[in-house]
């Protein structure tokens, strides 16, 4: 990449410096080495994972005509921190250091990035989507340029696609917040993979980045809310709760799925949906000790 080194930031890190506070916007950039330096190139970190995706109907010894998830399920492991609370595969790492209000998610190898982060901005400096976006974008990613015009998410939010000036590809859902003449809120979820990634991986990232679940006193609707003892679950405490809670629609040939029994959460190709299944078309597992569950749509209860 003509020599640039492919840098991704903490979310945690980078929009600290757009956070209001008290209704005065403070300007600093929290320094996480841990999340700025990628590990060196010959130790086999980076190399590209590949992953499950079904070529054919998945079937198994007791029922060859069966089609399960359970060879080429993304297992969503709950996280935790600070205030938060998301899904993402087990083996990634989940930050969010208060009173900050942000919260990064990467896989080990650190290709992969979701986040969420809540910005308070001066329409007099900022007075467009496009120019706070950049605004905030820009301490995230190094080089960062939206590539589409917004459309409509569903639940107040917005999408964006944008690329990074160092081999990036990544989305951001946003929603806003215009309560006051001056100022706006802006609460923004992103995810983000190399460029090579995004095709395979980025329903990992825009998965992750959705699930993402924070209370913070920044929305105006929540601002008495007291952070450490709040739900970030609780609609009451968390209103963008809806985003992961109403979402249902594939993400890039997968959906989110949960078993209703064990509470385990999926992200799961749609090559393996059985049409035919015992209890009609869905996803299924086969469970231990024989026989089918039907999983329920959506991101269920965390």
Known sequence: MSGKSKIMIGLGAALAAGIMLCGVLVVGVLVLDALI??????????AEVALPVASQPAGNITNPQAVTIDPQAIKM????????????????????IPPYAGADLFSPDRRIHAAWGIAGIYKTLYPTDDSALNYLMTAVYQGFTLISSKSDAGYGFWSREFSTGVG???????????FDPGIYVISVYMA???TDLWETRGAQALSASISIRC????????????PGSANPSD???????????????????YENVYSPSIGEHYLVPLESYWAT???????????PGGGYELLQDGFGDY
Do not use: H
């Not at 492991?77 to 930050?95: H, I, K, N, Q």
């Open 37 to 46: 330096n990628r590990p060196p190139a010959n130790s086999g970190l980076g």
């Open 77 to 96: 492991v709950e996280m935790r921190a600070g205030y938060c609370v998301a899904l993402a595969p087990g083996d990634w790492s989940f930050t969010s």
């Open 168 to 178: 990036q590809e990544g989305q951001l859902l946003y929603k806003i917040y215009d």
């Open 192 to 194: 983000a993979t190399e």
């Open 215 to 226: 209370v913070t006193q920044l929305r105006p609707v929540t601002a008495g809310v007291d």
């Open 235 to 253: 609609p009451f405490s968390n209103p963008e709760v809806d985003l992961s809670e109403n979402w249902t629609e594939a993400i890039m040939g």
């Open 277 to 287: 299944g015992p209890e009609g078309g869905g996803y299924y597992r086969e469970l």
